[in-house]
């Protein structure tokens, strides 16, 4: 079932419950994606699980009617990516690959090496439900308005560890910090091309949450450091231990 | 010195002999980079270290003369990608993301679902070339010919490990083999978008060598999966425990 389409909405999904499409999304099925009246249509919408639809076309409108639910709804670990925006294609990439390794929240922060200062979270939210259709998450990303990197880490709750990506530094792997991480609840840090200021690697060394880690000794773009990072705390601290969803066994 | 130009060059570097860059090098640096007379450069051939080279201007050719060694020659693990090329941008990233993560060779195979079969390998030694001067690497990753996935494993040295990405399997995470994997020498093999066959999974699955790990409960993209996998495996078997370079502390 993994050829067939899996489309993220916005309205409930319940048994039988035909839900219409708006415009844009009715076309993008009925138009790109050619499905026709009577298709199977995967659905999720991040709160009633994931569900096989019955397409019907009435008017060149596409409606999704509920015919099964195929798994209960269930949402990644809470893990948070803070990122300072590069430039567009890198900027893409990473909310798609941070989508696909299962982050909750995004982020984007303006730090003082930060060459883009022009942050389009809607662009952002369409890479994430395009991202999660096909990773076969149930849930979205919430990308969040951007911040400086001072506000952000003055919101920040300091009860959850925020893993700083420190390239400038003779820091520690991830897996040495296992006793301050278990709380299955992070953020990640990651700077823009050039890394942190000076003064900004002495803000974020200064703070009780933040804890510095390496990433080997080669130095990283933004969007490698972002995928690697994420890697390593979901491989240590996050849900990779469960398998995958594989809907060909259905 | 890290916003000091960093060349890689394919002629011998040693101390106070000039090197005569070739047509198209010479404009890269003098046109694109507008470096001029005088400049300093850091440069690296993969056999000598990294050198300090001042530049001289001899009609509109450059000309490169090692003042000063700066690092001695170090290579990364032997570390091999075996991956089935997919959309061009997406391939191009994959060669990128490997050499930043520190591979030693990269191996194109077409497999029965790879979508691609044209190969160019030309273009990915351009990319690897630019990726390793920026990740501060001293080698370049050997980009090999493409094979087909049965004459690939059928080339492949028994002794040396091959770790499967296996997505539509129940298999364990890659920390589970540590006891197989000692050996600092290894090959990842990534599929293409879809996964490898079913006739490839048993074909892979039947192989003593070849090790079939999982990257967790979602489904990841090709180049995604590619740096995942380099990730885990440069954090636990790899280099991950040294030092980046700071050439600013020099």
């Known amino acids: 079932m993994s050829h067939i ?20 999304q ?5 138009r790109v994606m050619r499905l026709t009246d009577g298709a199977l249509v ?4 991040g709160q009633d699980g994931e569900w096989a639809c019955s397409l019907s076309v009435d008017r060149k409108v596409a409606v999704l009617t509920p015919t099964k639910n195929l798994r209960p709804q269930e ?21 798609e690959k941070a989508t696909e390794l299962g982050v909750s929240d995004i982020r984007p922060i ?7 200062q022009r942050v389009r979270t809607d662009r952002m939210r369409l890479l994430a439900i395009e991202a999660a259709e096909q990773t076969e998450r149930m849930d979205l990303p919430d990308i969040q308005e951007a911040l400086s990197l001072p506000r952000a880490l003055a919101e920040w709750d300091k009860t959850i560890p925020l893993i700083f990506c420190d ?15 278990t709380g299955k609840t992070a953020g990640i840090l990651i700077g823009p091309e050039g890394g942190f200021s000076p003064k900004e690697r002495d803000m ?17 773009r933004a969007e490698t450091a972002v995928v690697s990072a994420l ?12 398998a995958p969803y594989l809907p060909e066994a259905e």
Chains 1, 2 share one sequence.
């Open 5 to 24: 389409a899996r489309v993220f909405i916005e309205q409930p999904l319940r048994l039988d419950h035909p839900v219409v499409l708006p415009e844009g």
């Open 26 to 30: 009715s076309k993008y099925l009925l």
């Open 42 to 45: 995967r659905v999720f919408n």
């Open 75 to 95: 949402n990644g670990p809470e893990l948070t990516l803070l990122f300072a925006p590069v430039k567009k294609a890198r900027t893409d990439f990473i909310v």
């Open 110 to 116: 303006l730090t003082d090496y930060t060459q883009s």
């Open 167 to 181: 390239e400038g530094g003779r820091s520690a792997p991830l897996a040495d910090f296992a006793n301050q991480l």
């Open 204 to 220: 974020l060394h200064a703070l009780d949450f933040v804890i510095p880690i390496t990433l080997g000794p080669r130095i990283l």
């Open 231 to 242: 890697t390593l705390w979901q491989s240590l601290f996050g849900d990779w231990q469960k």
